[in-house]
């Protein structure tokens, strides 16, 4: 079997065409969406996802305000920043990129973010809503892996297991409730995992979040299974790749998602909608 691609770019770029005519509506209406994004030193990685996400946001028509503080800044001073943009009616999402540096707690700046204004998803009452079943943002990776299901016939889960391997705050645990919200029978693999290779191969849809490059392979898949690879890993030679060998898991696999150009670019697309989202509702 050769997998059929989940083509990411495409994908993301049919939701931020959506999202764009939202703004639009809301714009014409008296409400243009905002975003503030936070960048807290000089991580170039950082600053490359920042400067990405506020060009996202000037194709969508979404206003974004972009706020680079030193590296020293003092965890008052930041809690005080977020406080204002929680006042501030005109805007309608607050994102901290991460990581902050060590001295500041991230946990307790993410708190401070109103969850009405919590686009990215990671407020504590963001993920309570999400365990519970209640309106709240979901975070952006995983909502980008169930809208490619979705956009494979796949949005309700019924009959189907989905293992999802790697279980962080972020990714892994939010995912496994989304996908048990869609009726999936869902298994979260980890390090402690004592047969990885058996319980991926049970996996009708796979998702691999990890950061080991390569780590599942073509053996480990169940022949049919949709595989979403979430993993980004840089390698010696400079290239990204997933957590998963595509070569070998596409040709077991049904559906499969390539990096780059699969999850990555969901990910900003569903930030857009989110914060579409918060200006709708606000
Ligand atoms: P993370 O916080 O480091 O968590 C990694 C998880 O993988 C942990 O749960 C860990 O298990 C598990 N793990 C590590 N080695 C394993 C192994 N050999 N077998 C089974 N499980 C293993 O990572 P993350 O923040 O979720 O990110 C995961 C990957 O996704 C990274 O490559 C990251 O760059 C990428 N990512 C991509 C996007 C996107 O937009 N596409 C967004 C976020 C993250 P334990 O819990 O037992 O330690």
């Known amino acids: 079997m050769t997998a059929q691609l989940i083509d990411g770019k495409a994908l993301a770029a049919q939701v931020r065409a959506e999202v764009a005519a939202r703004a639009a509506a809301l714009t014409a209406a008296g409400r243009q969406p905002a975003l503030a994004v936070i960048l807290v030193g000089d991580n170039a990685a950082s600053q490359v996802y920042v400067r990405n996400k506020v060009a996202a946001c000037a194709h969508a028509g979404i206003r974004s305000i972009h706020e680079t503080c030193a590296a020293d800044l003092r965890e008052g001073e930041l809690l005080a920043r977020i406080h204002a943009l929680n006042q501030d009616p005109a805007v309608h999402g607050i994102l901290v990129q991460l990581p902050l540096p060590p001295h500041i707690d991230a946990q307790r700046v993410i708190e401070a973010i109103s969850p009405l204004k919590d686009v990215d998803g990671f407020h504590v009452a ?51 409730l989304m996908l048990l919200a869609a009726n999936a029978t869902v298994t979260i693999a980890h390090s402690g995992t004592a047969d990885l290779a058996a319980t991926c191969r049970e996996a009708d849809v796979l998702v691999a979040a990890v950061g080991r490059p390569r780590l599942i392979t073509g053996a480990m898949v169940k022949p049919g299974a949709v595989v979403l690879d979430v993993g980004i890993n840089r390698l010696e030679d400079g290239r990204l790749c997933g957590d998963v060998d595509f070569e070998t898991a596409a040709r077991v696999a049904g559906w499969i998602t390539p990096v780059p150009g699969g999850v990555g670019p969901m990910t900003i697309a569903m930030l857009l909608a989110n914060t579409v989202q918060a200006c709708a509702r606000a």
């Open 126 to 176: 963001s993920a309570g809503a999400l365990m519970v079943g209640r309106e709240g943002f979901r975070p952006c990776t995983p909502l980008g892996c169930m809208r490619m299901l979705d956009h494979i016939g796949m949005r309700d889960l019924r009959g189907r297991h989905a293992v999802v391997v790697g279980r962080s705050n972020i990714v892994g645990k939010p995912l496994a």
